[in-house]
């Protein structure tokens, strides 16, 4: 194993280790509203590693190139670790307010401020890229579909859940932020 995919694996063990520990510390409260929702974590937790499984199984399985460079690897790499390192200072910069379950907290504001002045969910945007980042990395269109799709469709819907329990909680005000922002790629969607 050469240098390079000695920093994809660590990268990847990196990926695992800190989703494992987000799902295991970041848990809400006892006190705090949780939404109706029960089965979004789940989905997301069986959505990402079949991905993963699945993307990495079907690249050393088949041969679709995306292309014939090298930088692809490098590209890919560097998605996987903006998006590691990016979606961590996310989750830090709402402390106490982000939680793996939809939950909204007593003294809940919405934050507009950062990321968050261009997209509402920033944290799944960056996931999404070190999903695409594993893609390109593997360097095969079917993988790349693997690697990208099911984790945007569980976040997909995972956003619909969470809006939902937001307009719940702040009417208008969030109405009028979910107005001028998006989702999970600036200026596009």
Partial sequence: MNAFETLFFISMVAWFLTEILYKNMLKSGKEDKKDKDKSTLNIL?????????????????????ITDGIWILYLGEAFILIGI???????????KYFTVDVTIKEDHKIKKEGFYRYLRHPSYAFSLLTSLG?????NNWISLIFAFLPPFLAFTYRIKIEERALVEKFGEEYIQYRNSTKKLIPFIY
């Fill in 45 to 65: 937790w069986m959505a990402i590693p079949f991905s993963i499984a699945a993307s990495v199984m079907t690249s050393s399985m088949t041969r679709f190139p």
């Fill in 85 to 95: 390192i990016f979606r961590f200072i996310i989750i830090r910069s709402l402390g």
């Fill in 134 to 138: 594993l893609g390109l990395y593997l």
